[in-house]
């Protein structure tokens, strides 16, 4: 079964300090890995995302690093703001039908 | 552009009875999704649509029904609602690859 692995469950971050979550997954077919973010009752949001053949993409203070032969990909947070606390989830995109397989999520708490 | 919008935003069934749950996007977009999401957890695919006309299951279609017959909609069907269909479910649409989903505001649903 296809599936994708997103450690910690939760994370307690102070400001201005650096948020990460980890990410693995299985299948060697995927070829697109996207991280949305998601507040409390709203939708998840596309906030980055990284194509196999790049092993770092950065957009402003969000930075994927991505590891093709560890099967593995974290998303870092620089300078973390309490704005940025949210639920976070990778995901991986399978095959020609866009179908997203999510990681379980992680909690991000920023303290002021 | 509205992007993906969803009704209702909120609805409490009965056990047994059967609701609609509308999608619908004015982006032109050819793919559109419907998940769930559970309490702390992750989205899990029920129904996708890569066209009008065209639809598939996806990792949990037990008790849910979909149609598309206008690009603009997809409405979920759920039928003899149980107390495991309760939920918040979201609905998503892409365009083609790298398939960068958009997601609806989301229908929290009780089944007592």
């Known amino acids: 079964q296809q599936q994708v692995k997103q450690s910690p469950q939760s994370l307690i971050v102070q400001k201005g300090g650096i948020s990460i979550i980890n990410c693995a997954y299985e299948n060697t077919a995927f070829d697109y890995f996207p991280w949305y973010q998601q507040f409390p009752g709203k939708g998840p949001a596309l906030l980055i995302a990284?194509?196999?053949?790049?092993s770092e993409k950065k957009e402003g203070r969000f930075t994927i690093s991505f590891n093709k032969s560890a099967k593995q990909f974290s998303l870092h947070i620089m300078d973390s703001q309490p704005g940025d606390s949210a639920t976070y989830f990778c995901?991986?995109?399978?095959?020609?039908?866009?179908?997203?397989?999510f990681g379980q999520g992680t909690t991000l708490q920023v303290k002021p | 552009n509205a992007g993906v919008t969803q009704t209702p935003k909120f609805r409490i069934l009965k056990i047994g009875q059967s609701m609609t749950l509308q999608c619908a996007q004015d982006?032109?977009?050819?793919?559109m999704y419907w998940y769930r999401q559970d309490p702390g957890m992750g989205l899990k695919l029920i129904y996708y649509?890569?066209?009008?006309?065209?639809?598939d299951k996806g990792e949990v279609p037990n008790g849910y029904n979909v149609s598309r017959s206008t690009t603009e909609d997809f409405p979920l069907r759920l039928e003899l609602a149980a107390p495991s269909q309760t939920s918040v479910y979201f609905c998503?649409?892409?365009?083609?690859?790298?398939?960068?989903?958009?997601f609806g505001p989301g229908t929290r649903l009780t089944v007592t």
């Open positions: 995901a991986s995109v399978s095959g020609n039908t866009g179908k997203l397989i």
């Open positions: 649509s890569v066209g009008a006309g065209i639809t």
């Open positions: 982006m032109n977009h050819n793919y």
């Open positions: 998503a649409s892409t365009r083609d690859y790298p398939y960068e989903q958009y």
């Open positions: 990284i194509r196999p053949d790049v």
